[in-house]
């Protein structure tokens, strides 16, 4: 296990930052910048579907009581020596490893006034983030940028120790319009854009043509609805060609992508976005028929369900091996597919060109497939990490992490996140690059990719992911539920009783009612 650096320049060197505490409204949240206190007030959410192509920016409205913090953009200016930036980051391996390693080096070689030191600790986002809360009462042992599962939005604003990237945009005149509308909703708290760079991700379908093939169904032709997943798995596992066809990481995030994709809420004051959120939603009937169903599918050996356990692949290892046929994952293992192939599998083979032929020479043929819902296809909301600024730094740390997340931002690099990442396109120009067109069509990877980029930029800005500042605990409560029912055969309204009593229970207590 990676240990924590300790970057503490001595007491007199700490600025001051807010000291983490429960909070019972972000509206009128107080940030303490380097300058001092300001005040963020509510203005309105993040954009909505109608201002999918607003030129517009995401920000608080252009008053003295909601102004941003400042961004010390002239701390770098003057500083005298090159200025130094540490970035923890964890969950990530594999060419999406490499791919920002690669990013810290060539900023740090086009460049004389920053260097950015990526630091690894750990295997997964949840082991980040603890090490984040166990240093965040000591500033000075803390990084200056710090990369998150998305679900920590919550708890890095309440916080108070995240420098609004806004700010710096602001103060740079970068327009966050570039951006896809959905990637800056989800990342967005009070109309303002937290994080300086999102690595997006949707979750989608990933199945092996070959079983399909084999089990007389058209490989070209994935199921778009969990309805349809179920008829096909049973048609595979009724040809003999896979023990438990659908490969399942009982994980908390595909339950709220569901819901989500009937228009349904996991907490209540618009999913946590207009105010915090005070009670869970999640308990409905749609959602207790939602486990129900799949726990019908355990029972009749059509899933194959894992524990979500941190750096666990067995769910992978499930399709490897033919035990399944599909599986449900996050579209950034597009990479780890391409790259498990070893190049024994073409392009056009993984897209529409399948034929029997394939078969002699690999036992498996990934093929790609917006997520199946529980009405359509592809009803997604933007997720994965972001890199935050941490405001506990010196100004001029401060402002060589803009200089660093601003350089990814370049549309050169933002491409990279997603050619060799395996990210979404968050930066909109990069859709519209012929390379990236090529990279769609000629790699394994991005054939499978482009599924999560179509759904991505049709998902809707107003349906974005849960804020919940408390979110590891409400993620046990929901994860919890889901492994009583397809793990140990539980009753799917019970299950779900229970967790909406703790979540409940975890706001209260957060929120000091």
């Known amino acids: 296990m990676t240990s924590v650096p300790n970057h503490s320049a001595g007491p007199d060197a700490e600025p001051a930052y807010a000291a983490p505490r429960p909070r019972s409204a972000r509206r009128g949240l107080a940030l303490v910048a380097m300058a001092g206190v300001v005040t963020l007030a509510a203005c309105g959410g993040p954009p909505t579907s109608g201002d999918k192509e607003a030129a517009g920016r995401t920000t608080v409205a252009n008053s003295q009581e909601n102004a941003l913090p400042e961004c010390p953009l002239d701390a770098l200016e003057k500083a005298s020596a090159p200025v130094k930036v540490d970035l923890w980051y964890g969950g990530i391996g594999g060419s999406t490893q490499k791919t920002l390693e690669n990013m810290a080096k060539r900023f740090n070689a086009s460049q004389d006034k920053v ?32 990369y998150l599962e998305d679900t920590a939005l919550g708890e890095m604003v309440d916080k108070g120790q995240v420098l609004p990237a806004e700010a710096c945009m602001e103060a740079d005149g970068y327009d966050t319009s570039q951006l896809l509308p959905a990637a800056r909703a989800e990342f967005s708290v009070d109309g303002v854009l937290w994080p300086g760079y999102m690595n997006v991700s949707t979750p989608m379908l990933y199945y092996n043509k070959v079983h399909f093939q084999k089990a007389g169904l058209d490989p070209n032709d994935p199921p778009g609805t969990m309805e349809e997943v179920a008829e096909v798995a049973r048609k595979l596992k009724e040809a003999g060609v896979s023990a438990k066809p ?46 129900a169903f799949l726990k019908q599918m355990n029972t ?126 968050v930066v909109k120009t990069v859709l519209e690059e012929e390379s990236v067109a090529t990279f769609w069509e000629t790699d394994v990877a991005g054939v499978m990719l482009l599924h999560a980029v179509e759904q991505l930029k049709d998902a809707d800005p107003d349906q974005a992911g849960p804020l919940i500042g408390p979110f590891p605990d409400y993620a046990d409560a929901v994860q919890g539920a889901m492994e009583t029912v397809l793990l140990s055969g539980g009753d799917p309204a019970q299950a779900l009783d229970k967790a909406e009593a703790t979540v409940n229970k975890t706001l209260k207590d957060y929120n000091g009612n």
């Open 300 to 425: 009749d050996g059509l899933l194959n369900p894992f524990a979500a356990t941190e750096g666990s692949i067995d769910h992978y290892l499930a399709l490897v091996s033919e035990q399944s046929s599909m599986v449900i994952e996050t579209s950034t293992a597009s990479t780890t597919i391409r790259d498990a192939l070893g190049g024994a599998i073409t392009a056009a083979e993984a897209g529409i060109d399948f034929d029997e032929s394939v078969i002699n020479k690999a036992n498996l043929v990934p093929g790609g497939a917006p997520y199946p819902g529980i009405k359509s296809p592809g009803k997604v909301f933007a997720s994965g990490g972001a890199f935050y600024i941490l405001n506990t730094s010196d100004p001029a740390q401060q402002a060589a992490s803009w200089a660093f997340l601003k350089f990814m931002l370049q549309p050169e690099n933002a491409q990279e996140w997603h050619v060799n990442g395996s990210y979404l396109p």
């Open 115 to 146: 260097v950015v030191t990526p630091n690894n600790q750990g295997r997964s986002y949840q082991e980040v983030l603890r090490k984040y809360q166990a240093a965040s009462p000591r500033p000075g042992q803390l990084p200056q940028v710090i």
């Open 246 to 291: 659908l490969s399942f990481k009982v994980d908390r995030w595909f339950f709220e992508t569901w819901l989500s994709g009937i228009s349904q809420e996991i907490v209540n004051n618009g999913n946590g976005r207009d105010a915090p959120a005070t009670e869970a939603t999640f308990n409905t009937p749609e959602a207790v028929d939602l486990l």
